[in-house]
Nanobody, 125 residues
Framework: QVQLVESGGGLVQAGDSLRLSCAAS????????MGWFRQAPGKERVFVAG????????TYVDSVKGRFTISKDNVNNTLYLQMNNLHPEDTAVYYC??????????????????WGQGTQVTVSS
């Protein structure tokens, strides 16, 4: 059974940085693409960033390009999201996710099938 546990969220000011972590278990994660999604209050959960199973391709939504960096540590089964220059509109619950099938690219939200419980990120202006 897949387990994904996010951490690293918090309350910060605009322009600050945070690094989210996701500890994964229950699967050989080195074979799977992973990603981050977020859900703002009153809105649907949306794709933010994804990394291919071999980390050779990374995909970002336009609003975070140049500010966020996704990375995958296959030795420790941990996914990261480094978030720099945070904006108030980045405020959301952030979820870690893993694709359903192995050897994927992590570029399409429809390919993801498991999510963690989420970690809250609040950015004040």
């Amino acid at each position: 059974q897949v387990q994904l546990v996010e951490s690293g969220g918090g309350l910060v000011q605009a322009g600050d940085s945070l690094r989210l972590s996701c500890a994964a278990s229950g699967r050989t994660f080195s074979r799977y693409a992973m990603g981050w999604f977020r859900q703002a209050p009153g809105k649907e959960r949306v794709f933010v960033a994804g990394v291919a199973w071999n980390s050779l391709r990374k995909t970002y939504v336009d609003s975070v390009k140049g500010r966020f960096t996704i990375s995958k540590d296959n030795v420790n089964n941990t996914l990261y999201l480094q978030m720099n220059n945070l904006h108030p509109e980045d405020t959301a619950v952030y979820y870690c996710a893993v694709e359903v099938r192995p050897y994927g690219l992590g570029s399409r939200s429809a390919d993801f099938g498991s999510w963690g419980q989420g970690t809250q990120v609040t950015v004040s202006s």
